[in-house]
């Protein structure tokens, strides 16, 4: 699936083509797979953990999030580009991979913009989405449920 994203991703492949060669070819092996893999394919995704985070999210009955959205304050001024959001929650997710150390600070002045903004933010790292997935999947789960 991240192969599939990063294709997407550097538009090696568009999804309009990988569906239309699926519809013409409906009995090939692996084309149930491969429709299925195009519904979870998210092209916005920009890195290997994001999509395992997204599908963490997605496979575990949770909606959907945006991917690589703008984000604005009341006047219009741009605070951030989150990894996934919820529009109807105001929750923004980040995944910090190993290059967050190296721009810290630059991420949490943008993080700081955000929740200023109205935002709320959750971070993640590849020991929470590998090492603790359900309590991924139960802090976003509440976090949604908490806003309705």
Request: net charge positive; proline share 4%; charged share 35%.
């Given at each position: 699936m991240a192969a599939l994203?990063?294709?997407?991703?550097?538009r090696l492949l568009e999804l309009v083509d990988l569906r239309s060669w699926a519809g013409a070819h409906p009995r090939y092996r692996g084309v149930a797979?491969?429709?299925r893999a195009t519904e979870l394919a998210e092209p916005a995704t920009e890195s290997v953990m994001e999509t395992r985070l997204r599908l963490l999210l997605v496979l575990a009955g949770l909606p959907r999030p945006l991917a690589q959205i703008s984000l604005c304050?009341?006047?219009?001024?741009?605070?951030?580009?989150?990894?996934?959001?919820y529009?109807?929650?105001?929750?923004?997710?980040e995944y910090d991979g190993s290059g967050h150390r190296e721009?810290?600070?630059g991420?949490?002045?943008?993080?700081?913009?955000?929740?200023?903004?109205?935002?709320?933010?959750?971070?993640?790292?590849?020991a929470d989405v590998?090492?603790?997935p359900d309590s991924v999947v139960a802090l976003v789960r509440r976090a949604l449920r908490n806003h309705d």
């Open positions: 994203d990063i294709a997407l991703h550097r797979r491969l429709r304050d009341e006047d219009g001024h741009f605070v951030g580009r989150p990894d996934f959001y529009p109807r929650h105001r929750l923004a997710l721009n810290l600070t991420d949490n002045r943008r993080q700081n913009r955000m929740v200023d903004a109205g935002y709320r933010l959750l971070r993640f790292t590849a590998l090492s603790a």
